[in-house]
């Protein structure tokens, strides 16, 4: 079943510890793509919480109007409502929300208790501002972007209560931000700290992995799930292996969590493997990403945020509603700048072409 038939079968019995299973990550993994600092989620320091229903209720107000974007979009959009309209979510209390985006971070988190003692930590994905898909593109550089530390800090601020535990949640970035947090948190916040769901997010340097990989709290605290085609979980390095999660999905939509097929019991379908296409996609990315120097990549990065700040346009969907814009951007940049980016698609090509034969004689040989 996909999480929005979850909802409708299991949407009568309130959530609870003894009872919240994968199913209920979904929710965790979507809601911060609304437009959550708009729908009255009490601010970091702020008394009182709100629910989910008002939520979804002020979000509904807001942008009725609206047609779906790139990144939210209406299968996500019609689960939150059902969701908000089942009785499963009506305890959960929403608050604490730190809320910065200006033009270097995209950085959302805020709390939700399901009891008394247990505390989600729920960290934003990439949503559809510029600025996050270009903070997406510095990692690639340089891993101590603000959204990082930003999270580090709003942790070891929050989870600090003796009467309670923090389970942390993330999808895309946001999956590698509750990684983040839980290993870089300071030693008397992870004793609070309880697991890290990561859902198809992003990895880390080998640096940053070699400085952390003996850490105890690896041994029981970080949980990776990725679909069966992921390419974006697939990206630097994991901790631990992927628990490879089958979907209804192709493709890139493979990422969107509402398309993971979940069984009876209200876990993620299992795949014992990631498929051979999400594969080849990961080995022709690294090769690619193994041959940019650091001044190349450097330069790149920069090249490409350029082009995404073309027309001032402050979401992904409001560029991409303007694609000759884009290419017109594309073609004004000077000309070092202009080869090195229109040179990257044929590169992947020739990369891919490679991986592809690359596995097949691997694959021959077993």
Not at 288 to 310: A, P, R
Request: proline letters at 3%; aromatic letters at 10%.
């Amino acid at each position: 079943m996909l999480p929005i038939e979850y909802i409708n079968k299991n949407g009568s019995e309130l959530i609870s510890p003894n009872n919240f299973n994968e199913a209920d990550l979904i929710l965790f993994a979507t809601l911060p793509l609304i437009d959550i600092s708009n729908v009255g989620i009490p601010l970091e320091g702020e008394t009182g919480s709100t629910n989910l229903k008002e939520i979804l209720h002020k979000q509904y107000k807001l942008h009725k109007r609206e047609k779906y974007g790139l990144i939210l979009k209406r299968k996500i959009n019609d689960y939150l409502e059902a969701a908000a309209n089942c009785d499963r979510y009506t305890p959960l209390k929403f608050y604490n929300l730190f809320y910065k985006v200006d033009n270097n971070t995209q950085s959302v988190f805020f709390m939700c208790d399901i009891s008394e003692n247990i505390t989600i930590v729920d960290f934003s994905g990439t949503d559809d501002t510029i600025t996050g898909w270009i903070e997406n593109l510095k990692l690639l550089v340089n891993q101590e972007q603000e959204c990082l530390t930003n999270a580090r800090e709003y942790v070891n601020r929050n989870c600090i209560d003796p009467n309670k535990y923090y389970v942390l949640v993330g999808h895309s970035k946001g999956g590698l931000i509750s990684n983040y947090a839980l290993l870089t948190a300071n030693e008397d916040v992870k004793d609070r700290l309880i697991i890290a769901y990561n859902l198809d997010g992003p990895g880390f340097s080998k640096e940053f992995i070699k400085k952390h990989k003996n850490d105890k709290i690896l041994e029981y605290s970080l949980i990776f799930y990725a679909p069966k085609g992921s390419v974006i979980g697939r990206l630097f390095n994991q901790f631990k292996n992927a628990i490879v999660v089958k979907t209804s999905a192709k493709g890139l939509e493979e990422h969107n969590p509402v398309e993971w097929n979940i069984d009876d019991n209200f876990n993620f379908i299992r795949c014992r493997s990631f498929s051979k296409k999400s594969t080849i996609t990961d080995m022709m990315i690294k090769k690619y990403i193994n041959q940019l120097g650091k001044k190349e990549t450097e330069d790149l990065v920069n090249t490409i945020s350029k082009i995404l700040h073309t027309g001032n346009k402050i979401t992904l969907t409001g560029l991409f509603t303007h694609p000759f814009k884009l290419l017109r951007a594309t073609f004004s940049l000077p000309k070092a700048e202009k080869k090195q980016v229109l040179s990257v698609p044929f590169k992947l090509i020739k990369l891919n072409t490679q991986s592809r034969k690359e596995l097949n004689s691997k694959l021959k040989l077993k």
